[in-house]
């Protein structure tokens, strides 16, 4: 018998994903078990799916269960993005998968559910590697590639189904990799921080999760008029379906089909020049009843703690990504761009107030301000209505979320908070030369509070403050004095 056993076990020692492998590296899902990394301080299970393929006559329907597997699913490496528009090119419509990040997976951790920024038409999961919350926080993270653009917003709001069913498999299945589905946080930043707002009023996610972090977006989001230098049409991240139904409308029209099985046949090549159309979301269907923030200012939404902010200079990536790409607003310029976005009057007070000789001489500089500003003083909005802890990123040297001029005064603008966070593609990590180590006890500090919220829904300091998060610089601050609110509110 003893002789038996030793063969048996010897067998299995040598079959991938049998009984031989670390007890940490294989877990069982509904679906079947899957294979993961052990990568120093963490357990990575990558490229999990959690929903079929919306691919063939399953594109624009909601999400579908996974197809059950045989035997053990290798889990080494991440799925591809989701189809989007042509600029990525590692991008497809089989893309329903979702990674796991965990310390270990035995025991109950808090759970953090991450959705990426890029608007609702752009973006990867993958792309932000939570290895230092999770090992740090003590934390499973839990980073969702969902539909985008067309593929995710044409009709009902199919991208905000599939985040859904995310939730639904890290309710049914997290436990297997250290998880408590029990208390799961909704994260997500820009374009991932409105889904996540949207989704404390959708009726579908009641119950899936238990905190929610805000990052750069809100449940009313949209942009003014002239929010791009070159100026540009006001945007909404919300239109009622009558709106949405018109767009596609023009779509079938320009590709000359009368209903959507014609379109489910059109490959995705086609359907370049129409994906534009799609950067909003959809109210007044199954998934949104309402509007979000309508929902919000009604009290239409769930009741969890939120942990919500913003960057001291958001809107300076704006004016940034022009003058890569050739335009940068010069000091002479600058008073026409602000005049033709806010009108003559209003136009000459706001120059006097915000003069392009305060930022070098910078009209590029002195714009991002001027946006950040009348934007952060903008009262009544759905974080207003949220009861929630907040919070300003203000650190002058941070990183800017693409590469700007060398000589780009960026500050705290929009998605540079991420690196202290997560290791984001294309940017340099925290533990590089590019970071001192005052940004470095602020990563750290900025993991501990986040990763406290997700445990017990209290980031550690008083919710009557918006706390400053910046090197050396961590504290208490009053947000409409720093943005000259009484200035804009005289404005009317």
């Known amino acids: 018998m003893k002789k038996i056993a030793g063969l048996l076990l010897t067998a299995a020692l040598t079959v991938p994903g049998c009984a031989g492998d670390p007890p940490d590296l294989v877990a069982e899902t509904s679906a079947g078990a899957v294979e993961g990394v052990r990568d120093d301080s963490v357990t ?12 063939g006559d399953l594109r624009w329907r909601a999400p579908q269960p996974v197809a059950a597997w045989d035997g053990v699913r290798e889990s080494s490496e991440s799925g591809p993005a989701c189809a989007q528009g042509p600029q990525r090119k590692d991008a497809s419509e089989d893309c329903l998968h979702l990674d796991v990040t965990t310390p270990a ?12 920024g890029g608007g609702f038409s752009e973006g990867a999961g993958f792309d932000y590697d939570p290895r230092r919350m999770a ?4 934390v499973v993270v839990v980073t969702v590639e969902f539909r985008l653009g067309l593929y995710g917003f044409l009709g009902d709001n199919y991208g905000f189904q599939d985040q859904q069913a995310a939730l639904r498999w890290v309710r049914d299945n997290i ?6 589905p029990r208390n799961v946080t909704l994260m997500g930043q820009s374009g991932g921080a409105i889904g996540a707002c949207a989704q ?8 899936l999760f238990h905190r929610a972090i805000l990052m750069s977006g809100e449940c009313d989001a949209a ?8 100026g540009s049409a006001p945007f909404d991240f919300f239109r009622p379906a009558a709106a949405t139904q018109a767009v596609v409308r023009s779509t079938m029209t320009a590709l000359d089909c009368d209903d959507l099985d014609c379109l489910r046949r059109k490959p995705v090549a086609e359907f370049e020049k129409e994906y534009p159309k799609y950067g909003a979301a959809t109210y007044g269907v199954p998934t949104l009843p309402q509007d979000p923030g309508a929902a919000v200012a009604a009290g239409n939404y769930a009741k969890v703690p939120v942990l919500a902010g913003l960057t001291r200079n958001e809107h300076r990536l704006t004016s940034g990504i022009f003058a890569v790409a050739g335009w940068r607003i010069s000091a002479g310029e600058y008073p026409g761009v602000i005049a033709k976005a806010f009108g003559a ?3 000459a007070r706001i120059v006097g107030e915000y003069p392009a000789s305060r930022y070098g001489g910078d009209g590029a500089v002195a714009w991002g301000d001027v946006f950040t500003d009348s934007m952060a003083c903008q009262t009544g909005g759905s974080l207003d209505e949220l009861p929630s802890f907040r919070y300003e990123f203000a650190d002058p040297d941070a990183q800017p979320l693409i590469d700007l001029p060398s000589d780009f005064d960026a500050g705290a603008s929009h998605g540079s908070e991420l690196p202290m966070l997560f290791e984001v593609a294309g940017r340099e990590p925290v533990t590089s030369d590019y970071y001192t180590d005052a940004q470095r006890d602020l990563a750290a500090r900025m993991i501990g509070y986040w990763t406290a919220f997700a445990r017990s829904g209290d980031t550690g300091w008083d919710a009557e403050d918006t706390m400053q998060l910046a090197p050396g610089a961590t504290g208490p601050v009053d947000v409409a004095e720093e943005h000259r609110c009484d200035f804009w509110q005289s404005l009317g």
């Open 135 to 138: 090992a740090q926080g003590d």
């Open 175 to 180: 436990r297997e990799f250290g998880g408590d």
């Open 105 to 116: 997976p035995d025991g109950e951790r808090p759970v953090v559910v991450w959705l990426h």
């Open 345 to 347: 009057g209003a136009g």
């Open 200 to 207: 404390l009023t959708a009726p579908g996610a009641r119950g």
């Open 44 to 55: 990575r299970f990558r490229g999990i799916p959690y929903a079929a393929p919306p691919v």
């Open 223 to 230: 942009m003014p008029k002239d929010f791009t230098p070159t």
